[in-house]
């Protein structure tokens, strides 16, 4: 069957079953069991997470440990290209993710390349695949500096194995015989080159090209994904690197089995821009490219880059952004100010990453800052700096990363950011000026330097960002996602819908996301935290009446972590086990992450105790009955904020992709979370029931016949969930010519509530809009004020049928009553006139 036109996409994450404890899977033979679903639900693409060989333990497969094969544990390259074909027969496309930018060493014997660069360092046909530095300032006397003893004395702890059945390491053409012996430090182990074997372990260690360290030491001798011990950078920069991991790629593209390609981190890469124009001569023109691109507020994406846009954590920060009450942010300040001494506005949240980016440059990167430091004298063709101590130059490079606002500035687009820093910086700081000059030397022969100088500052940005900061910031958490800002409270309508129509004008096939498995909450989650914007005042009262019931013992932590449960608590009050358990494995994460009070090397357990203590007096049926009160204040309008994102999410400019799963409500929180198996067996027949009750051709309810409302056997959020969902990608599939390369129009309400609607119209360049979409913004502060009143939406001329209702307007309409039913709408305009081309 011939594939259909892109139009949205559906990511489901993949693994084996040893990465369950109760053995459960997710495979390519799992995945090709619902594509008959996941095509009558009415998405064109499967997104499948990473197909490579990765330890059969991972959860994720971003560990990829052998990137010329693709993964047995998921059913190898027989069961992908058998879900590629099934998916094909249905006219779904397949999509996968790659990652190019490192591969796992968590265990070296599992990893052949690595395992091959251990056993014979820089003689090893492997060594330019990694980036290694094997300089003699490196601060392990010129070996490989791998982090992994406990303690300065547990090199006591190695002893030598012979290789057996065992242990024996992955097998690969290496570069020389096999070794026969090991060095065992707890199970972990580590090759021991022929010809230097011996009796005493600490003397066989020596004779190697690698240094076992103490992981507190600092000394690491590769470049890492941020600061993952497991993960070793690879160097795509390499053309024999480049063509040796894409192999395969090649031999699936070339086969017909993939229509697209997801790449992960392209910021980690010494040079993003030349390796995507190589991966686009390997992908064609005519497939999908996205890039796992955080862009900062107000980035632009590089348009020199050949690509069809990211993954769109752009689009997520707007879709969010329009729901939020931005009247709230004094009150909510005020709330964050009393508890955590900061209101993290926009000069808080800012002032605060300076100083994270900076600590973790300081510790947890300072290996990849003290490499650059080296580059930077290194690359320096001038006189400049010679007085300039290790420790200066250190510093201030380290200063610089801090104030860098984007992941990495040596896009085209960005091309003054640095020098703007580095200008400000050396006004501010007149000392500094001699270092600031050695550096802008260094980084001014684009070398090393330059290259490395980018890479660490995404790094640093990651970690102090993502894995910190935003487990700290406390005044409306839903603002703490990839890409998005705590210190930005919120998106206007003017700025919501400029930044749709860029979309559609200069990215239209850029994907949209409410959902990924990176998120660190679900849309559902974010939907009912945003809602909380709404109700200021009571949100105040409810969070000084819990200090009464339950005492916390850290004011800042609780009111980070009891967003959270205000997100997942269930409106019915009824608590499981399961999500007990569930928050208390997320509070222990998010407490460590913040790295306040106890972190993941360091763990006070006196302080996470008192947390886990404080979570269970929530519990307790008086408290547990008054948050459920206050829950239930938000739950119907949180519902109602879910349902208009997702259908502006499903219909605006781009591509969407519905993560797995969420086409019902779902309550995740941050990974492993949000990555729990889902029930398709439920979706299906909930599917199945809804086209059966009232149908998903011209309209899912009419004013005759029965409404989402009176399906049986399913709730009310499901049904309403699933039905949006389906009805927005009919649409999408039914008029491709609407989306695609297509026009954006804002759509204005009048009248006293007219503030209350956001919506837009969609249709071919080539006629007028067919499509037109309105939902509810505020739907609490609506409800108090009384409603829509005389408030007006004057339609596009033409017949136009209500999707969700099946009834039929023109002309002025007022929204009291097109928005009787339901607190959104899709309109299509009758026998739609149909554009002379069609989308690519």
């Not at 990694?130 to 547990?154: E, Q, R, T």
């Not at 090393?448 to 005044?475: H, I, L, N, P, S």
Request: net charge negative; glycine share 8%; hydrophobic share 40%.
């Amino acid at each position: 069957m011939p594939r259909r036109s892109l139009s949205a996409t559906y990511r489901l994450q993949l693994r084996g079953p040893d990465a369950d404890p109760h053995g459960r899977s997710f495979t390519f033979a799992d995945a090709k069991a619902i594509v008959p679903y996941l095509n009558e639900l009415g998405v064109s693409h499967l997104y499948l997470s990473p197909i490579l060989t990765a330890p059969s333990s991972s959860n994720h497969n971003y560990d990829v440990i052998d990137p010329t094969e693709v993964n047995p544990a998921l059913g190898g390259r027989e069961g992908f290209e058998e879900l590629a074909q099934a998916a094909h027969e249905e006219g779904l496309g397949i999509i996968i993710d790659i990652v190019p930018n490192h591969l796992g060493i968590d265990v070296p014997k599992d990893n052949p390349w690595w395992w091959d660069v251990l056993t014979y360092g820089e003689e090893s046909r492997f060594n330019s695949y990694f980036d290694i530095d094997w300089s003699p300032g490196n601060g392990a006397d010129g070996k490989l500096g791998i982090p992994v003893l406990g303690s300065p004395d547990d090199v006591n702890a190695i002893t030598i194995v012979p290789v057996d059945e065992d242990n024996a390491p992955a097998h690969v053409e290496g570069s020389g015989e096999p070794c026969r012996f090991l060095l065992d430090y707890y199970g972990n182990y580590f090759p021991v080159r022929p010809g230097t074997e011996g009796d005493d372990p600490l003397d066989v260690l020596s004779k190697q090209r690698y240094a076992l360290r103490y992981w507190r030491d600092g000394v690491i001798g590769y470049r890492r994904f941020f600061s993952v011990n497991g993960l070793a950078g690879i160097r795509q920069e390499d053309p024999v690197v480049f063509e040796h991991t894409h192999r395969v790629l090649r031999e699936l593209i070339a086969a017909g089995f993939i229509d697209g390609v997801r790449v992960d981190h392209p910021d980690g890469l010494a040079d993003p821009f030349g390796y995507l124009s190589r991966l686009r001569g390997v992908v064609g023109d005519h497939r999908l490219l996205l890039i796992e691109k955080i862009l900062g507020n107000a980035e632009p994406l590089d348009p020199r880059l050949d690509v069809d846009g990211t993954t769109g954590y752009d689009a997520l920060r707007e879709l969010d952004g329009i729901f939020i009450n931005r009247a709230a942010e004094k009150s909510l300040g005020v709330i964050a100010q009393e508890r955590s001494e900061s209101t993290w506005d926009s000069d808080g949240y800012e002032s605060a990453i300076v100083a994270l980016k900076r600590d973790v440059a300081t510790n947890e990167l300072a290996a990849e800052v003290r490499r650059l430091a080296r580059a930077i004298r290194h690359d320096n063709w001038s006189t400049i700096g010679k007085d300039v101590t290790d420790e200066e130059l250190t510093l201030t490079v380290t200063d610089v990363i801090a104030h860098m606002p984007v992941y990495r500035a040596d896009y085209l687009s960005l091309s003054r950011l640095t020098s703007t820093v580095i200008r400000k910086m050396a006004h501010d700081n007149p000392e500094r000026s001699a270092a600031l000059d050695l550096m802008t030397a260094g980084l001014m022969s684009y070398g090393e330097a330059w290259t490395r100088f980018a890479q660490v500052c995404g790094a640093v940005m990651a970690k102090g960002v993502e894995d910190t900061a935003f487990y700290r910031a406390c005044r409306l958490i839903a603002l703490q996602e990839v890409g998005g800002s705590p210190g930005l409270f919120g998106v206007s309508a003017a700025e919501f819908h400029l930044l749709q129509s860029e979309r559609a004008n200069l990215w239209p096939r850029s994907m949209t996301t409410l959902t990924t498995h990176d998120t660190k909450r679900g849309e559902d989650t974010r939907a009912r935290i945003i809602e909380l914007t709404e109700i200021p005042d009571d949100y105040r009262d409810f969070l000084n009446e819990l200090d009464t019931r339950a005492p916390a013992p850290d004011p800042a932590t609780s009111l980070f972590l009891i967003q959270n449960i205000i997100g997942v608590w269930p409106s019915s009050g009824r608590i499981d086990s399961q999500l007990i358990d569930r928050l208390h494995e997320y509070a222990t994460k998010a407490v460590r992450e913040a790295g306040l009070h106890t972190e993941w090397t360091d763990v006070n357990e006196e302080f996470e105790k008192s947390i886990h203590e404080w979570i269970d007096s929530l519990f307790t049926e008086e408290t547990a009955e008054f948050i459920t009160s206050f829950v239930q204040k938000i739950a119907s309008s949180g519902h109602i904020v879910s349902l208009s994102r997702k259908l502006l999410q499903l219909l605006a400019p781009g591509i969407p992709d519905i993560y797995q799963g969420t086409e019902f409500p779902e309550d995740s929180l941050v990974d492993p979370d949000n990555r729990r198996f889902v029930d398709y067996h439920l979706r299906r027949a909930a599917l199945a029931e809804i086209r059966e009750a009232v149908g998903l051709g011209a309209h899912v309810s009419s004013p005759e016949g029965p409404s989402v409302d009176d399906i049986p056997l399913l709730p009310d959020s499901q049904a309403r969930k699933i039905a949006v969902t389906a009805v927005a990608l009919a649409v999408r599939r039914e008029r491709p010519y609407s989306f695609i390369g297509a026009s954006y129009v804002p759509v204005f309400a009048q009248g006293p509530a007219a503030h209350h609607a956001i919506g837009f119209a969609r249709g071919s360049r080539h006629t007028d809009v067919d499509v037109v979409v309105l939902v509810t913004r505020k739907p609490l502060e609506l409800e108090r004020s009384g409603g829509w009143k005389d408030t007006t939406l004057s339609l596009p001329a033409g017949r136009w049928t209500d999707r969700f209702t099946g009834e039929r307007y023109s002309g002025d309409i007022a929204l009291a009553d097109l928005l009787h039913q339901h607190p959104y709408t899709v309109l299509v305009r009758d026998t739609p006139s149909l554009p002379d081309e069609s989308p690519r």
